[in-house]
């Protein structure tokens, strides 16, 4: 059973280089950097997506353009979720912020630029939120030993 | 002479830089409160800028107990993270494994047997049930109500030892699998339920009647620690916070899973977004899922749901450990599902529970392995955490601590 919403959004919302399915009850929009931006504000103006619930990235090592940086919002109004995925490349991992639509897109941001370097244009506070000051790396990236460490405190012996 | 001063250990640079670049005014100061202060329950660090005891602005951090949940989840089987979700939200430890369950099951297309989906329900309600007594009894606690903390905290060690009873251990429980549980309900366990919720009844009609108009109690919650609607929303608040603003939005009703669409509830909510509605919201809450989980007992000892507890598909369930031992297949099987895991088809799935703090959602990646090839949680507390600051600024330091026993931040899911 489909939401009628997502009738509206595949027709009318499809970008000119992305593409648009329904996966496992929520709607996937494939889109361009550039598109992020745009969608977004229409989701939330023109849509009533008005929760950003979650911005994380996947690291496809191996493939180009090497990140996606995947987006969640939901509806309050409509009951349903939309993902967007959006593919950057390794040397220019840059997407747009969401913090002048969404207040929840400040932490979450941090939070993916901590674990995976996305760098996100506009939000200004990009500080490390989950790791320290002077982290050297991007955990989450597939090319991180799991085992390295960095302590802050160094071993006594 | 004397020798000089040395500091036992190095200096240490700081793991925080605050964002503030000096004090708005000549009179203000910044001070430190956490990340190990006993009224932070987790480690947290929250930098307020105070004009006397009143809160300018405040800048909140988290990470203290960061320890690589996700890039630890990358390196074992599907089965073997079952222990790892469920230190994700260690008060109610089963709703993050089956959360984390019905993300791999919707991967698979497995479908859980009903009586299976009885049980997650009833122990989902359970596990809110504890949340929120650990919740209401640390935040009372913190404002000197001793008796209220103790009974709340005597009802939820009961609880604690009934569901030991059933799984084995207190907090982290291991309890769930993917396409099932790990074991059917002992003998008995439904009649001694039936007592727990006598004495909740009982000590919770005594908590009520010790707080609620409480004149110290009402003066400290009241109005302290508010947060607008379309702040909520705009922050990605959800559970309890979004709820004690007037908004009746509640996974369990909205987009129903599990067993919930055929379960009669209400959703609390609160008027004013503030402290008091929160706990309010809690206690309602409580009476509700004490509601569900009779309806859901009553169901379970029903003989149309005496049916099996796991699926009976060879690419999840285990088989039955006497024929692992007497048959190859089977033997076969079972040392598949250990060393390689259960195959999981390729692709995304992004599954949220309504967790006792908010959207607890899993987004989960596979190549087709049987390990993941990622692991994301969308963590109730740690989105909560970025609009923290919105409750907190304005009011006065010492309702800094209510505030955020209010917003009941669990460190091992924020930090993951």
């Given amino acids: 059973m489909e939401a009628p919403v997502f009738a509206t959004l595949a027709a009318d919302c499809v970008p000119a280089a992305g593409s648009a399915q329904v996966s496992h009850g929520v709607l996937v929009f494939t889109l361009s950097p550039a598109e992020l931006l745009p969608t977004a504000r229409r989701l939330r103006t023109e849509f009533d997506f008005d929760v950003f619930l979650d911005v994380t990235a996947v690291d496809w090592l191996g493939q180009t353009p090497r990140f996606e940086v995947v987006h969640h919002f939901y509806s309050t109004h409509h009951k349903v979720r939309v993902r967007l995925k959006t593919r950057v490349s390794e040397a220019e991992p840059v997407v747009d912020s969401l913090t002048a639509l969404y207040g929840s897109a400040a932490i979450m941001e941090r939070e993916c630029h901590d674990m995976y370097g996305i760098r996100f244009h506009g939000n200004a506070d990009l500080r490390p939120i989950l790791l320290y000051e002077g982290f050297k790396g991007h955990p989450l990236r597939k090319g991180y030993p799991k085992q390295q460490e960095q302590p802050l405190v160094p071993y006594i012996n | ?416």
């Fill in chain 2, 1 to 416: 002479m004397d020798a000089p001063f040395r500091p036992a250990v190095s200096l240490i640079a700081n793991p925080v830089r605050s964002i503030f670049e000096g004090t708005l005014r000549d009179d203000s100061v910044i001070v430190n409160i956490g990340p190990s202060h006993p009224a932070t329950h987790g480690t947290v660090q929250i930098i307020a800028e105070l004009d006397g005891e009143r809160v300018l602005r405040t800048d909140v951090h988290c990470g203290y107990l960061h320890r690589g949940f996700e890039k630890e989840c990358e390196d074992h089987t599907w089965h073997n993270l079952i222990p790892y979700v469920d230190r994700l939200n260690y008060v109610s430890a089963l709703i993050n494994t089956f959360t984390y369950c019905d993300a791999v099951e919707q991967l698979m297309g497995v479908q859980i047997t009903p009586r299976c989906k009885l049980l997650r329900t009833l122990l989902s309600e359970y596990s809110r049930l504890v949340d929120h007594l650990t919740c209401l009894a640390a935040g009372l606690m913190e404002l000197g109500a001793m008796t209220a903390f103790l009974y709340l905290v005597m009802v939820r060690d009961h609880m604690y030892e009934h569901l030991a009873a059933l799984t084995g251990a207190r907090v982290t429980y291991s309890y769930g699998r993917i396409g099932g549980l790990a074991r059917d309900l002992p003998d008995g366990w439904l009649l001694r339920l039936e007592a727990i919720f006598k004495q909740y009844e009982d000590f919770i009609a005594r908590v009520h009647a010790l707080v609620d108009r409480n004149r110290i109690f009402i003066d400290r919650m009241r109005n302290v620690g508010v947060i607008s609607t379309a702040d909520a929303l705009s922050y990605g608040c959800t559970g309890v916070i979004l709820r004690s603003t007037g908004v009746a939005r509640d996974l369990r009703k909205d987009t129903p899973y599990l067993a919930y669409a055929e379960l009669d509830f209400d959703i609390p909510v609160g008027i004013n977004g503030d402290n008091y509605d929160r706990y309010f919201v809690r206690m309602r809450e409580m009476d509700e899922s004490l509601y569900m989980m009779r309806q859901l007992s009553e169901m379970l000892q029903s003989p149309a749901m005496a049916g099996p507890i796991n699926v009976d598909d060879r690419r999840c369930s285990f088989p039955d450990k006497a024929l692992v031992y007497s048959e190859i297949e089977s033997l076969i099987n079972h040392f598949k599902l250990v060393m390689d895991g259960p195959v999981v088809p390729a692709g995304d799935v992004y599954v949220a529970h309504e967790a006792p703090n908010g959207e607890l959602g899993f987004y989960l990646v596979s190549d087709g392995g049987g390990t993941p090839y990622k692991v994301h949680c969308r963590a109730p507390s740690f989105v909560h955490m970025g609009g923290a600051h919105l409750m907190m600024n304005g009011g006065q330091l010492a309702d800094i601590v209510p505030t955020f026993g209010s917003i009941n931040m669990i460190g091992g899911e924020c930090d993951r």
